[in-house]
């Protein structure tokens, strides 16, 4: 038996995208001209948006350009899980509702910037050429937050003074059943920006390519349910811990490469490159035990107990035996890659009326670090990937105030797997003169635009879970602009559809595997079921190693969601 790390939160609701791409937890485009085309704008970006779709699209900006931009996002989900609360192993610890199935639970999140559930998720951009003082470059900075909603509160309203901290009244029905989501999250808010510099260049009249380079921040709060003591398996709420993280990054440095190419008037290909973003963020841990968890062990800083153990956070803040401990999480979000075909038809005077566009991409979810399953940790506990997170603390086990044994790194396996993207957008221009040549530039006009989109799942078979949305998807939008020569405002609505998709049981009868105090190993077998072939999360158990945690998959049930999506922009040409 191993101690494992307090807490080991569900965190992959703080994995923030650096990029503009679709899977995982991350939704198409990237502002309202993008995302009114179901994110098929590597190809056609020409203005500040280009900034995080693709930086070579900047080239073909000319004076100056200011965009603001946004989606405004809502994620609707829905959890039921299947099966019924166990009964305790002990009469201390029953709650009254023990053998009623569970009771859906519904996201109800508040985002801190957000207009009741919807959440702006900007783009803003100043481009320029420069005055054509080098021929061929144009130039950007601005900034964009990852088109993705990121916030979750699963708890039904539970809070962790519910049956739980200190609770001696509660009996029968006067006790709060607590949200079945509580292991997997119960509330989860997240923020990213990220600053950016491009520049694009013009080889040849057909060739562009562009670069971006981005410095990003991120935090994160997250409130999870963990196991307070040892297999935990009838799921007791006294037998809980609340745990609360709260961390940052105060710099994720990260890339893109992009061109396009133009071998005739009516066609044009592009093509896209973004790096793998590494966050490494840091910040505190805060655990309550649930009434029934041994009071005289209890969490604290290393502090100068780390003798063979090094300083993992160093974060800044004041620690102490039962309080707060320094917590850091590492986690990297996967490298993109994504090609486009874009037709256009022209009118007589060789301007676009029309375009429609195809972007197929790949996303690198599925890269997992040399995981040791015989020790339940990562082998190098620097490595970071998509597929899986790393929590850290700095933090030992007290048992009566004596420091016992540091808590170990624990690798957390989100069960994820490559995504493909298929996205098919285009616009059509509707001039509002004459349609003759504008000697001041463009023709004053209508632009319609609309798109469809569909991600592959991020998440295996069994491993969709209420904290990451790892549900295949499919997307149509709709968009309209009025465009002049000295600006454009851009309105778009959409959805992405997900429909209801089921974690199956994998209890031995075909329903839920649900071990007992009785029959603690298995799901009902009486078998020991190793990590790499179980099909769904367990809970986070930080008193053993996972190799040796009783199977107790925390998802099995159905996942109802969509998202509703508005955009809004602007953009000012001098």
């Known amino acids: 038996m191993k101690l494992r790390v307090l807490p080991a939160i569900a965190l992959p609701a703080l994995v923030l995208s ?41 080239a073909k900006s000319s004076g100056f350009t200011l965009t603001i931009s946004a989606a405004i996002t809502r994620y609707y989900m829905k959890f039921n899980r299947a099966g019924e609360y166990d009964q305790p192993a002990f009469a201390i610890d029953e709650q009254g509702y023990e053998g009623n199935p569970f009771d859906p639970v519904t996201n109800k999140p508040k985002p801190p910037l957000g207009i009741g559930t919807f959440q702006p998720i900007p783009v803003i951009a100043v481009v320029s050429d420069l005055g054509g003082r080098i021929t061929g470059l144009t130039v950007a900075a601005g900034l964009y937050a990852p088109n993705s909603y990121p916030f979750r509160d699963m708890s039904g309203g539970y809070t962790s003074g519910d049956n739980f901290v200190n609770n001696t009244a509660c009996s029968g029905s006067g006790c709060i059943a607590p949200p079945p989501t509580r292991y997997d999250v119960l509330t989860a808010e997240s923020t990213a920006l990220f600053p950016s510099i491009a520049a694009a260049y013009r080889i040849i009249p057909q060739l562009d390519i562009g670069a971006r380079f981005s410095a990003g921040t991120a935090k ?31 710099f994720i440095p990260t890339f893109g490469l992009g061109l396009t190419y133009r071998p005739t008037p009516f066609l044009e290909i592009g093509a896209v490159y973004n790096s793998a973003a590494v966050f490494k963020t840091k910040g505190s841990g805060l655990s309550i035990k649930g009434p029934s968890v041994d009071a005289a062990k209890v969490v604290g800083p290393i502090g100068d107990n780390a003798v063979g153990n090094r300083l993992r956070c160093e974060a800044d803040g004041d620690f102490t035996i039962g309080g707060e401990v320094p917590a850091c999480i590492n986690l990297q979000l996967p490298q993109t890659a994504t090609v486009a075909v874009r037709y256009k038809k022209l009118d007589s005077y060789g ?46 086990l007290y048992v009566n105030d004596v ?33 003759s040549p504008d000697p001041a530039g463009w023709p004053s006009s209508i ?3 609309g798109g469809i989109g569909h991600d592959t799942a991020a998440a295996r078979p069994g491993f ?7 549900a295949a998807r499919t997307t149509a939008t709709i968009g309209a602009a009025y465009r002049t ?37 298995g799901c009902g077998d009486g078998m020991f079921t190793d990590i790499e072939d ?39 040409f001098w």
């Open 18 to 58: 650096s990029t503009a791409h679709g899977g995982g937890l991350f939704l198409p485009g990237s502002g309202a001209i993008s995302t009114s085309r179901a994110g098929a704008a590597v190809a056609s970006a020409d203005d500040g948006e280009a900034l995080s779709i693709n930086p070579a699209g900047l």
């Open 220 to 250: 994160a709060k997250t409130q999870v349910m963990v196991w307070g003591t040892t297999n935990n398996v009838e799921e007791s709420v006294r037998n809980d811990t609340f745990a609360t993280l709260d961390v940052k990054d105060g």
């Open 351 to 396: 301007r676009l009326k029309a375009d429609l566009e195809l972007d197929v991409g790949w996303e690198n979810w599925g890269k997992t670090c040399d995981f040791d399953s015989a020790e339940g940790i990562i082998r190098d506990q620097d490595c970071t990937s998509p597929g899986q997170f790393l929590v850290n603390l700095d933090a030992g």
């Open 403 to 435: 420091f016992t044994e540091a808590l170990q790194v624990n690798a957390v396996n989100l069960g994820l797997q490559d995504v493909y993207t298929f996205r098919l957008g285009g616009s059509y221009i509707i001039p509002v003169n004459d349609g």
């Open 447 to 449: 632009i319609l635009r």
């Open 464 to 470: 969709l879970r209420a904290s990451f949305d790892g």
């Open 485 to 521: 020569p000295k600006w454009e405002l851009n309105l778009g609505g959409g959805v992405v559809f997900e429909g209801t998709n089921r974690n199956e049981n994998t209890g031995l009868d075909g329903g839920p595997c649900n071990p007992t105090p009785a029959d603690p190993t």
């Open 534 to 572: 179980r099909r769904g999360p367990d809970p986070t158990n930080p008193l053993l190693a996972p190799e040796v945690q009783t199977e107790n998959p925390i998802n099995q049930g159905t996942i109802t969601s969509h998202y509703v999506l508005f955009m809004l922009g602007y953009n000012r």
